[in-house]
């Protein structure tokens, strides 16, 4: 159920994976920082409270499932399943290290608890598509496991992306649930100047989808768009999130410098400072 | 065992479709397992889907002229414990979506079965387009997949049934073209071991072919027997995994190879064979296949005649190696 309480402990631990993720960055001294730490909130949600998973019994067949399309935030999806129980925090210092097992991008055969391994960009959605109407297959129109998959916005470059939502479409599942971290970074800038998406929400609704556009870092919106796909039943969800990239720690936000670099000793220190102060504000 | 290849071969040859081999089993296949499930880029009957199709609309997945899409979506359906088969043109699939079927399929490990068909110049008059010659090469050096070139229908069959059983990545390459049957449905076919379908006695030379190039080889092995000139002939139809003891006991005697397929001459089946013998058994070798270039249109015949992939081309080059090489 989720209230005010549950609200309370989300806000309690997101700060607390945002810095596991900075810690594990630093032990790699490797890695994403931006895209890692603007999507906690929503890990903190959907592992905290959406996803029908169980840490104990990772392979468990009737869970829901998460499809984690740009591998490349694997150090906030590690963080976050760590807390959850998946793993021991501890094991999060053998990021991106020689015989870890939390590989540089995610590979499923390492780590239980992941549903694929990703890292090219543009293919999660497809791998979401295919489960969900393996799905079908056996349980029907009026399953209730979902099947989730995040998108980076720098992502939607690619064609297969699209590929897969005309497919979607055209098929219609129910509980298909897309999230764009719609952050405006990639690579080489802002996602606007390297490549313009708007109008964004326009592009999914004429494919076919249910959308909607929330800011990706209030758990208040973040629940009640998630309950709004959950009921959309005659088309595939799009749920647009509005995030920060770097979310946390001013120095690291809004700047495509930070989409892929680690920080330094020094600057993790000042940010885990300035997260633990303002964790509850 | 006995091969019991088909009788009639050299006389009066049997013409039959390599497509229709692998649309015949996945339908048959399909009426044992559930599990089963097509997915098709806008090419159903074009590479014999239809067949299923019509049988199994359930479980039938058109998803238009999406090749990168298709391969990460079976992915998705292999994860929930499906077991698809995706089929295109070898060109578009695994061509176009060579890092999909890497990523998604294959290191991901998800049993999922690439059927491309329109492999070998002798897809005739679409032209260089549509004439995959790189597929092996772009097939073999992925981790986790094995790869098929079924010689002739009843094998296309049998490998399409074999891929079903491994339960792992397979890429299975069919031709476009009728191609004469060297088999019957009482063959002994395997697809995992290579097979001696010729040997005539104190042999010269070893001659390997894989996929529509093993009846040509055939033949050609018949012309030069002949001619008086002894070889052996072997159809190897898995090139990945490779049966090496087979082709290494194949060579210690003639000391001298050729290997024919409708692919590029580099990096494919006979540079498989390469790698194998230098690591092994140094002897002198010659890949018989398209010499770095595109096909272009025309009959499925002029072309195999054009790029020395037939049978009298085969022959002419066994000759010719053999004269050169004898002591």
């Known amino acids: 159920m989720y209230n005010d309480s549950k609200k309370r402990e989300f806000i309690k631990l997101a700060p607390e994976i945002r810095v596991l993720t900075l810690k594990s960055l630093l032990h790699a001294n490797s890695g994403h920082t931006a895209g890692s730490l603007g999507l906690v909130d929503i890990f903190t949600y959907l592992f905290f409270y959406a996803l029908k998973i169980d840490p104990k019994k990772p392979n468990r067949q009737d869970r829901d499932r998460f499809i984690l399309s740009n591998g490349h935030v694997a150090p906030a999806l590690y963080a976050t399943m760590a807390k959850r129980g998946f793993f021991p925090e501890e094991e999060l210092k053998t990021l991106r290290k020689f015989g870890s097992r939390l590989q540089g991008h995610p590979h499923r055969e390492f780590l239980p608890g992941l549903d694929t391994s990703s890292g090219p960009l543009g293919e999660g959605l497809s791998q979401a598509l295919g489960m969900a109407l393996a799905d079908r297959l056996d349980n029907g129109y009026k399953s209730q496991r979902y099947f989730y998959c995040v998108m980076g916005d720098g992502e939607l470059n690619e064609g297969q992306v699209w590929e897969a939502a005309l497919h979607a479409g055209k098929e219609k599942p129910h ?14 800038g802002y996602t606007h100047d390297v490549m313009p998406l708007e109008p964004l929400e326009d592009k999914w609704k004429a494919f076919g989808w249910h959308t909607q556009v929330i800011n990706g870092h209030d758990f208040d919106e973040i629940h009640s768009a998630i309950e709004e796909a959950k009921v959309v039943n005659n088309k595939p969800s799009c749920i647009i999130a509005l995030t920060v990239a770097g979310k946390g720690y001013p120095e690291f936000e809004r700047d495509p410098f930070w989409h892929g670099r680690p920080p330094s000793k020094e600057q993790v220190e000042k940010a885990i400072k300035y997260i633990e102060k303002h964790a509850y504000a | 065992m006995e091969l019991n290849l088909d009788n009639d071969f050299f006389e009066n040859p049997k013409m039959g479709s390599l497509r229709d081999g692998f649309g015949k089993a996945l339908l048959d296949l399909a009426r044992e397992y559930q599990d089963i499930v097509a997915v098709c ?32 979506f079976a992915s998705g359906l292999a994860s929930m414990g499906k077991r698809p088969f995706i089929s295109s043109y070898a060109m578009f699939s695994p061509g176009r979506n060579w890092e999909q079927i890497r990523t998604t399929i294959c290191y991901n490990n998800q049993p999922v079965v690439i059927v491309g068909s329109h492999a070998g110049v002798s897809v005739g008059k679409d032209g260089g387009t549509h004439q995959a010659l790189e597929d092996i090469a772009i097939t073999r050096v992925i981790p986790n997949l094995a790869v098929f070139a079924p010689a002739d229908e009843n094998e296309a069959y049998l490998a399409t049934k074999e891929a079903y059983k491994m339960n792992k990545p397979v890429y299975i390459r069919l031709a476009r073209e009728k191609t004469e049957l060297i088999s019957t449905q009482e063959s002994n076919l395997s697809i995992f071991d290579a097979q001696i379908l010729f ?16 009846p040509q080889a055939l033949r050609a092995s018949f012309l030069l027997e002949q001619k008086g000139l002894p070889v052996r002939m072997l159809k190897v139809s898995s090139i990945k995994p490779l049966d090496e003891e087979t082709i290494l006991n194949s060579v210690l005697d003639t000391r001298l190879a050729l290997s024919v397929e409708n692919h590029q001459a580099s990096a494919g089946f006979g540079s498989r064979l390469a790698e194998l013998f230098s690591e092994n058994y140094p002897i002198k070798m010659k890949i018989m296949g398209v010499k770095d270039s595109f096909g272009q249109s025309g009959d499925p015949d002029e072309l195999l005649e054009f790029y020395k992939l037939d049978a009298a081309s085969i022959a002419d080059e066994a000759e010719k190696i053999i004269k050169q090489n004898s002591i």
């Open chain 2, 41 to 72: 880029a806008d090419l159903a009957e074009s590479t014999r889907m239809h067949w299923f199709k019509e049988e199994f609309e359930d479980r039938f997945f058109e998803v238009g002229i999406t090749e990168q899409h298709m391969a990460a």
């Open chain 2, 199 to 214: 040997e005539a006695e104190n042999p010269k030379l070893t001659i390997f072919a894989t996929g529509t190039s093993v």
């Open chain 1, 175 to 188: 509980n298909l649930i897309a999230i764009v971290d719609r952050n405006d970074i990639q690579i080489d």
